[in-house]
């Protein structure tokens, strides 16, 4: 496993917040109070999206509801996900690490541990029962604190016309070339290739796809 720069959890020189340790990919404890903090409003925005109603009408349009769906959520997160409305249940950690283009489309039931950053590109399409993963656990003893063990974030990217089927599991760290598909139920554990179709668990290179 790849380890960050800094092996080192406690800075002797300057000391840096968790969440900054977070954010500049060095090991960082989870339970840190800036950090529950955060997590604990993400949940609540979460909950209140995810149990949101919106009945039909011919007085609301559809753009209007997404619009109070999202408005749950942090400008950032606005910004990102624009009036395209993903649909319920989606799960954010953070809800703030989050680039995405407002021409992507995302599935029921997502979940994005964005303590790493995830960036989608263009046109992306992501299915339902989606998880992505950008948190690694520290594989040294030293690192243990009181029994807890510190992780590292390691971000996301998905370029552009990607097609991110039902159920896949993407794992911290990958890059996901511009227009490959990622079939339904793939755990992919390496960057895959630009223009390629993969399945399995490992995911694999089944084959090509026309350049778009």
């Not at 029921?108 to 995830?118: E, L, N, P, T, V």
Request: charged share 20%; net charge neutral; glycine share 8%.
């Amino acid at each position: 496993m790849a380890q960050p720069t800094d092996m080192r959890v406690e800075s002797s020189k300057q000391r840096h917040t968790q969440k900054e340790e977070m954010i500049q990919g060095g090991y960082f404890y989870q339970y840190d109070q800036e950090l529950s903090s955060e997590r604990d409003r993400a949940a609540t925005a979460c909950w209140r999206f995810n149990t949101l109603t919106c009945p039909p009408t011919n007085d609301v349009s559809i753009v209007e509801r997404g619009r109070l769906q999202l408005s749950h959520f942090s400008p950032q997160i606005l910004a990102v996900l624009g009036f395209k409305s993903p649909r319920r249940h989606l799960l954010l950690v953070h809800t703030a690490t989050i680039l995405a283009s407002a021409t992507m489309s995302i599935g029921r039931a997502c979940a994005m541990d964005d303590a790493g950053k995830i960036q989608v590109g263009d046109s992306c399409v992501i299915g339902p029962n989606v998880s992505m993963y950008t948190v690694e656990a520290s594989t040294d003893v030293k690192h243990l604190r009181d029994g807890r063990r510190p992780q590292v974030a390691k971000g996301i990217t998905i370029h552009s016309d990607c097609w991110i089927d039902g159920s896949v599991v993407i794992t911290p760290g990958r890059v996901i070339g511009k227009g490959s598909i990622i079939s339904t139920g793939s755990v992919v554990t390496q960057d895959v290739p630009l223009f390629t179709v993969v399945v399995g668990d490992p995911a694999r290179v089944l084959c090509g796809v026309a350049s778009l």
